[in-house]
T-cell receptor
Framework: DTGVSQNPRHKITKRGQNVTFRCDPISEHNRLYWYRQTLGQGPEFLTYFQNEAQLEKSRLLSDRFSAERPKGSFSTLEIQRTEQGDSAMYLCASSHTGEGANVLTFGAGSRLTVL | AQSVTQPDIHITVSEGASLELRCNYSYGATPYLFWYVQSPGQGLQLLLKYFSGDTLVQGIKGFEAEFKRSQSSFNLRKPSVHWSDAAEYFC??????????FGKGTTLSVSS
């Protein structure tokens, strides 16, 4: 088990471009979460999946943000028409369901810089 | 709405001294409670968790935390801090069936 893997680790883009981040969770984990962390703040919950079903997406920051987990394994987070305010660390985490549902294992994150 | 407050933004402790990081939560029932640590360039690592039962929980790296329902608190403690403990510490609450809600974090510096 190699833990939660996120790619790319760093992304620099120009305002208005689209970016996509990928997360590969721990293989036996059914749940997958996306968080955003800005400087000096704690992680902010965005969305989560149980298998391929997206169970909560109301916290996505705007309609420019979308996430998928098509086969219940890896997930992607896409930001369209990026803005400078989107610059942040995007964290992915995974967990079991049931009693282990709240014990999250985090990846190292994908840092986005929007110029 | 559920929330987590970490009153101390930055704490400096001498190496070998004891440590207490404060955490208060707002939630109607007893939530699941967590402490995570984040070192520079590293992912968030779970230190300990409280679900139910004994209100004093032990975690990794010599940390412990005590749940006090009357004070809505879940403070993190360590008897003797090591220089390698310098990091950012996050308290989190998980209302039943939902994702973790994190506090803003406390940065710990360790002086020699």
């Amino acid at each position: 088990d190699t833990g939660v893997s996120q790619n790319p680790r760093h992304k620099i883009t120009k305002r208005g471009q689209n970016v996509t981040f990928r997360c590969d969770p721990i293989s036996e984990h059914n749940r997958l979460y996306w968080y955003r962390q800005t400087l000096g703040q704690g992680p902010e919950f965005l969305t989560y999946f149980q298998n391929e079903a997206q169970l909560e997406k109301s916290r996505l920051l705007s309609d420019r943000f979308s996430a998928e987990r098509p086969k219940g394994s890896f997930s992607t987070l896409e930001i369209q028409r990026t803005e400078q305010g989107d610059s942040a660390m995007y964290l992915c985490a995974s967990s079991h369901t049931g009693e282990g549902a709240n014990v999250l294992t985090f990846g190292a994150g994908s840092r986005l810089t929007v110029l | 709405a559920q929330s987590v407050t970490q009153p101390d933004i930055h704490i400096t402790v001498s190496e070998g001294a004891s440590l207490e990081l404060r955490c208060n939560y707002s939630y109607g029932a007893t939530p699941y409670l967590f402490w995570y640590v984040q070192s520079p360039g590293q992912g968030l690592q779970l230190l300990l968790k409280y679900f139910s039962g004994d209100t004093l929980v032990q975690g990794i790296k010599g940390f412990e935390a005590e749940f006090k329902r009357s004070q809505s608190s879940f403070n993190l403690r360590k008897p003797s801090v090591h220089w390698s403990d310098a990091a950012e510490y996050f308290c989190a609450v998980a209302p039943a069936g939902t994702a973790l809600i994190f506090g803003k974090g406390t940065t710990l510096s360790v002086s020699s």
